[in-house]
């Protein structure tokens, strides 16, 4: 499986990006996905999750309420709409697939995008 993330950019504090990542080469429509975001000089941390058929969704504490992720399986593609973006949102969001949501790795990951958020 290949994921390809796009959507970043740089942006004001209080706007709003939405990440795509599209899946070619797999049954992306079986996968768990999920978003990561790592900082300079910080490690990689989950951001949210979202189950094969979309039924259920996870977020990190610090992204409810303004992230939302959902999925288009006829389009193999996951998305990240962020919205009320703070700086400390940026940070380079990879995409990433695992077969099980119960599976503690992910199998696959994407190559990343950039978010910059000027205060």
């Known amino acids: 499986v290949q994921l390809q993330a796009s959507g970043g950019g740089l942006v004001q504090a209080g706007s709003s990006l939405r990440l795509s990542c599209t899946a070619s080469?797999?049954?992306?429509?079986?996968?768990?996905m999920g978003w990561f975001r790592q900082a300079p000089g910080k490690e990689r941390l989950f951001v949210s999750g979202i189950t094969w058929n979309g039924a259920s969704t996870y977020y990190a504490d610090s992204v409810k309420g303004r992230f939302t992720i959902s999925r288009d399986n006829a389009k193999n593609t996951v998305y990240l709409q962020m919205n009320s973006l703070k700086p400390e949102d940026a940070a380079i969001y990879y995409c990433a697939a695992k077969r099980s949501r119960a599976d503690t790795l992910y199998d696959y990951w994407g190559q990343g995008t950039q978010v910059t958020v000027s205060s």
């Open positions: 080469g797999g049954t992306f429509s079986t996968y768990f």
